[in-house]
Structures are given as C-alpha cells and as structure tokens.
T-cell receptor, first 113, second 113 residues
C-alpha cells in the first residue's frame, strides 16, 4: 500500500513570513495525484491545492504553492505571507487511479502574530 | 450544492451499544469513503465504495464494524457492539472520479463511555 509521510508534527511561522511543510510518499505507480488539505479547529477538511503527477509544473493557488519532485517522491507545501487564519493541521494526501486515497499524519501549523 | 452531509454531528453512547453513522454524498459523485480520525492514528481509511460497491474494506478494524451503501445517495457505518476505543471523529467523503479531490463532510464525533 502507498504510504505518505509528514516528518514535521509541528511547525510555527511568524505572521507575514513564509513556511514550508514537507511531505514524502512511497509508490510504484507513475500516474497519481497529490493534495494538501487544511483542517482548522472546526475540523472541516478543506482542499488547499492539488498536483497531477504527470504535470511537471508546480501548482500554485494564491499564497500557496507546491514543490513537486517526482523522482524524489517529495511534495512540499509553501505558504507565503502567512496569516493568522492559516493556523491549522495540514495533511498531505496521495490518490491513485484505483481510487485509493491515503493521508499523512499531519503537521500542526502555528502562526505567531 | 449542499456538500457531503453527515449525521449525527455528535454521538455519545455507552459501551456495548450499537452506533450508526450516516452519510449523504454529493449528488453525481460515484465514490464514497469512510475515514476515522484519532490523535494517535491520524486519518485512517476504513472503506471506500465505487458505484455503491465496496472496493476495499481492509481498513475496517474488526467485525464489529460494517458499512453499507444501498444506493448512490446514502451510506451507513455501523459499529456493534461499540467500545471506548472506537471513540474518534468519523468522516465521510465523496468524489466524482478517481483523479478528483475528496469532498468531506463535517464529521461525526463519537464518544463511547
């Protein structure tokens, strides 16, 4: 089974600064999809950004961008100009064409004013 | 689009009782997933359905857990008998196709005393 590893249980960032959350995954497949989800204290799971493995260009969504390194099986999330509302748990997720979707253990992000 | 609807939002029950969690996926989505979230184990995939058919239930912890999807608009996750270690937040999610992100419900927080 595919595994997703988030090696940083907790991270903190100063408001307006930039932070990068790490994610690695293990797979033998060449076609798959990667996602970052945000879970605030309300416990909603909110999609932040997605990346198709066949695309070389890194995805961006406003202040959020990814660094996708397919050979290294790495998929990090960069948050620029951090805001207080970015404080949450962030989950990296992997999905294959068989529909299976797996999540990492999560990284708790704290934003300091 | 009402999103994925889960009920109840909170459930408190005594050990040994039967618990039924309910989920209504987004109309038109052909995949449905049940996850369990705990502090210790993070987000665990319990089971998922494609076109109402269970595809992978290897994450279902024990025979006490069962899931059904009698039609495209409804699914249940049942625990019988419930135990204190089943206490967790249970999420239902749906997706229109394999390369799409999952849309999550707001979860059911289950407490078994």
């Amino acid at each position: 089974a595919q595994t997703v590893t988030q090696s940083q249980p907790e991270m903190s960032v100063q408001e307006a600064e930039t932070v990068t959350l790490s994610c690695t995954y293990d797979t033998s497949e060449s076609d798959y999809y990667l996602f970052w989800y945000k879970q605030p204290p309300s416990r909603q799971m909110i999609l932040v950004i997605r990346q198709e493995a066949y695309k070389q260009q890194n995805a961006t969504e406003n202040r959020f961008s990814v660094n996708f390194q397919k050979a290294a099986k790495s998929f990090s999330l960069k948050i620029s100009d951090s805001q207080l509302g970015d404080a949450a748990m962030y989950f990296c997720a992997y999905r294959n064409n068989n529909n299976d979707m797996r999540f990492g253990a999560g990284t708790r992000l704290t934003v300091k004013p | 689009d009402a999103g994925v609807i889960q009920s109840p939002r909170h459930e408190v029950t005594e050990m040994g009782q039967e618990v039924t969690l309910r989920c209504k996926p987004i109309s038109g989505h052909n995949s449905l997933f049940w996850y369990r979230q705990t502090m210790m184990r993070g987000l665990e995939l319990l089971i998922y359905f494609n076109n109402n058919v269970p595809i992978d239930d290897s994450g279902m912890p024990e025979d006490r857990f069962s899931a059904k999807m009698p039609n495209a608009s409804f699914s249940t996750l049942k625990i019988q008998p419930s135990e204190p270690r089943d206490s967790a937040v249970y999420f239902c999610a749906s997706s229109p196709r394999a390369n799409s992100p999952l849309h999550f419900g707001n979860g059911t927080r289950l407490t078994v005393t």
